[in-house]
């Protein structure tokens, strides 16, 4: 058990549609962070939280993606107007505030028609 | 750009064989982690190393970090059926406002046969 939950694990949807993944910590650890990954690919950094500030947003992949932690406990990442470049595994991490280690979700696996 | 590069990409042995992938980069990393990645699952924590030198054994693996802290490697002795996974490395090291944001390889597809 990493401490994390990922909710839904798998999303179908049309392009053009409007997604929202979450992320639960079971416990609130402060520092939060979403990273996507691709077929054949390591995971690829998309954003960080520090409790509910979002301290790095540049890496999102367009206007397109945001996130939002409004009590610095769950999380959201919500994708509009989704392309079919989109489809991807979108993993949920987070670390304990004394380490650099990062505990990961088991993921949302998104695939866009 | 990817700042850690892996190698092997693909790995198919036998059961009982010893095998090493490497992890290398040009940039100094604060430490580096190790994970196991199954298909359609997140990746699972294996080993954070964090001093240059560091050897780290989880039963049959065996992680070293480098002197420079910019490369590592995983050595498995006796590789079994149960090994046979996704290994990736991943850096971490401070960067503007991104916390300790991972930097991952591509990744070390491993097959175990019986």
């Known amino acids: 058990d990493t401490g994390v939950s990922q909710n839904p694990r798998h999303k179908i949807t049309k392009r053009g549609q409007n997604v929202t993944f979450r992320c639960d910590p079971i416990?609130?650890?402060?520092?939060l962070y979403w990273y996507r990954q691709t077929l054949g690919q390591g995971p690829e950094f998309l954003t960080y939280?520090?409790?509910?500030?979002?301290?790095?947003k540049s890496r999102l992949l367009s206007d397109r993606f945001s996130a939002e932690r409004p009590k610095g406990s769950f999380s959201t990442l919500e994708i509009q107007r989704t392309e079919q470049g989109d489809s991807a595994m979108y993993l949920c991490?987070?670390?304990?505030?004394?380490?650099?280690?990062?505990?990961f979700g088991p993921g949302t696996r998104l695939t866009v028609l | 750009t990817q700042l850690l590069e892996q190698s092997p990409q693909f790995l198919s042995i036998q059961e009982g064989e010893n095998l090493t992938v490497y992890c290398n980069s040009s940039?100094?990393?604060?430490?580096l982690q190790w994970y196991r990645q199954e298909p359609g699952e997140g990746p699972v924590l294996l080993v954070t190393?964090?001093?240059?030198?560091e050897v780290k054994k989880l039963k049959r693996l065996t992680f070293q970090f480098g002197d420079a802290r910019k490369d590592s490697s995983l050595h498995i002795t006796a590789a079994q059926p149960g090994d046979t996974g996704l290994y990736l490395c991943?850096?971490?090291?401070?960067?503007?406002?991104?916390?300790?944001?991972?930097?991952f390889g591509k990744g070390t597809s491993l097959l175990v046969t019986p």
């Open positions: 991490a987070i670390r304990l505030a004394s380490t650099d280690t990062q505990y």
């Open positions: 416990s609130e650890h402060n520092r």
């Open positions: 939280f520090q409790n509910e500030a979002q301290l790095e």
């Open positions: 940039s100094v990393f604060s430490s």
């Open positions: 190393v964090v001093t240059g030198g």
């Open positions: 991943a850096g971490a090291r401070i960067r503007g406002n991104s916390g300790y944001a991972l930097n």
